[in-house]
T-cell receptor, first 117, second 116 residues
Framework: GAVVSQHPSWVICKSGTSVKIECRSL??????MFWYRQFPKQSLMLMAT?????????EQGVEKDKFLINHASLTLSTLTVTSAHPEDSSFYIC?????????????FGPGTRLTVT | AQKITQTQPGMFVQEKEAVTLDCTYDTSDPSYGLFWYKQPSSGEMIFLIY??????QNATEGRYSLNFQKARKSANLVISASQLGDSAMYFCAMRVPNTNAGKSTFGDGTTLTVKP
């Protein structure tokens, strides 16, 4: 099956610094990628939809200036958490569908665990 | 708008027994896809099974089967012969074509614990 990678798998940073998370589709081109945030024992919360060559679409309540998304190519999307604070500590997961029909599987990255101290 | 409801926050099952995880959904679109994912403690999302709204038969994948009752809008996951490695969080999700850019709607999840 298709593979989506994420880097780094975990990161610890100090409050006030910025962190960049990369999401790559390894064997298919992804015009769209999704970024999710997940707190322990909770569901995935969609943060934004990343579109290649255009601006990301953010879900209601997600700060665009804090969570910068760039989809520079058909295989790479990045999420930058700017001026991170302890409340930004979470598990971040990206995913990419191979298509938009309902039977196209959505491939998930392995996730990035962010801890802000 | 689409909605997925998983009413069982936690479930316990004895090893080698079968277990059913409940999922109900709501959409006005006649074309949709239903998915189940497993998320172990490592955090990775593992695809288990898919059911299309127009599929006549219930989907099966090894020990996983999906009990699809369209009129009731339910898509329960049945795991047969539970194994200790099945202990994880399970999510039901739905995708509707041509809306929401193909993104999935997830339920709140069910934590399954398999007892030896």
């Amino acid at each position: 099956g298709a593979v989506v990678s994420q880097h780094p798998s975990w990161v610890i940073c100090k409050s006030g610094t910025s962190v960049k998370i990369e999401c790559r589709s390894l064997d298919f081109q992804a015009t769209t990628m999704f970024w999710y945030r997940q707190f322990p024992k909770q569901s995935l919360m969609l943060m934004a939809t990343s579109n290649e060559g255009s601006k990301a679409t953010y879900e209601q309540g997600v700060e665009k200036d804090k969570f910068l998304i760039n989809h520079a190519s058909l295989t790479l999307s990045t999420l930058t958490v700017t001026s991170a604070h302890p409340e930004d500590s979470s598990f971040y997961i990206c995913s990419a569908p191979k298509g938009f029909a309902p039977d196209y599987e959505q491939y998930f990255g392995p996730g990035t665990r962010l801890t802000v101290t | 708008a689409q909605k997925i409801t998983q009413t069982q926050p936690g479930m316990f099952v004895q090893e080698k027994e079968a277990v059913t995880l409940d999922c109900t959904y709501d959409t006005s679109d006649p074309s949709y896809g239903l998915f189940w994912y497993k998320q172990p403690s490592s955090g990775e999302m593992i695809f288990l099974i898919y059911q299309g709204s127009y599929d006549q038969q219930n989907a099966t994948e090894g020990r996983y089967s999906l009990n699809f009752q369209k009129a009731r809008k339910s898509a329960n996951l049945v795991i047969s012969a539970s194994q200790l490695g099945d202990s994880a969080m399970y999510f039901c999700a739905m995708r509707v074509p041509n809306t929401n850019a193909g993104k999935s709607t997830f339920g709140d999840g069910t934590t399954l614990t398999v007892k030896p």
